[in-house]
């Protein structure tokens, strides 16, 4: 077992380096230590830090199927929930999206939760992770000899490599790294929050509900059996002093009405407002350094997406080092960006769908609050809309699983 914290201060090599251990950096090395592939990551926060990180909690069909297949879904079966539909709940109304018509479902089951398995898993097959490594210079991916510069307990190291993963989330060094010119953004920041608690409370439904109301939009999750995950469409400058959880609740309970519901409420112990942002770069490689995830790429989490999208360029990305390392087929990682972008931009779409779809505009006009319900109407009751919405919520088909 190699939990690094001290590293060793002098050069070092290994074949694919990978900065962040979140889903995305994690499952990278998974599946190549599963090929035999020698990684090593670096993640500048501690294990309890990473492993206790509150963030997404859907796992797409194929997510789900991956980690059964690679030997980190045991847990998730034993204690996440399996979903077989969803809810859509507009003009006091409530519409279920039937998963089983695909032969599909999702998994309830947190990102943390994911994050502790894929850990254990690398350690107990030996694979090294260095805690509390932080990268700050990526050299000479243009090159073809990257060298990745990092500081641990203090101390300056370097390692060499072949390959570099920037699984480094939004705000890493990767995208940073890849030459200005070369990249190019594309950006939208949505008018609106979401303001989400989690609270002692059995969830109100055993599946979720996406509400589109008057007062905006309001989302009915779940983490387990005795803690739900709830949130509420805010004004991006909110302000949490001026949401009592009295005012939570009661707002929640007006979003989410209708016949035969009510709503479970109890002690809400965490409270935080989210900005709402699509952004792409491309390309989403330079030389011999790789993004992947939201270090390329993210998304609002109306449809939930984030951690789905960045497994699957882990995956996309994991076949193509084998390729190249493994078969001597370079074709797979010269095409790496076209590949997952073809797959992206679709789930861009989604989000961007959803998000549209369930708010509240301030600058809509009558004529495009007639649109959104028309939208609303078709993706709900007619077989190809309805078709169209479980086939992106369950998960788009991933190259190589
Ligand atoms: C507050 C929050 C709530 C979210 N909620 C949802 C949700 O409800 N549904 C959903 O689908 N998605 C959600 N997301 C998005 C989802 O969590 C992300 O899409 C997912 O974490 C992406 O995984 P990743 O591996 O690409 O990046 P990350 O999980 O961000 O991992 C990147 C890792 O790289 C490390 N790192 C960064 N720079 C360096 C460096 N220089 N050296 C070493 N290590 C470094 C970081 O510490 C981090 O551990 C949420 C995100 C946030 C921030």
Redesign the pocket.
Known sequence: MRESRLGDAVNRQTKVAI???????LMLAHLLTRAGIETVI????TRSY?ENRI????LEYEVAALLRETGVGVRMDEVGFRHDGTNILFDGALHRLDFGALGKHVMLYS?HEVVRDLIAARLVAGGEIMFE????AIENFNQGKPRIC?RINGEAAELDCEIVAA???????GRASLPANLVREYDREYPFGWLGILAEAPPSMDELIYAHHDHGFALLSMRSASVSRLYLQCPLDADLAEWPDSRIWDELSTRLAHPGFSLTTGPIFQKNI?PMRSYVAEPMQAGRLFL????AH?VP?TG???????VADAVILARAIEAEILTDDPAPLQNYTQTCLARIWKIERFSWLMTSMLHCFDDHSAFDRRIQRAELDYYVNTPTGRTSLIENYVGLPIEGV
Request: include cysteine; proline fraction near 5%.
């Open positions: 900065i962040g251990a979140g889903p995305a950096g670096f993640e500048r926060h990473v963030r997404a909690g859907i990102q490594a932080e990268v700050n990092y699984c480094d989330g939004f705000h890493g060094i989210t992947a995830g939201d270090a993210i989490p939930a997406k984030g951690l789905n999208a960045a």
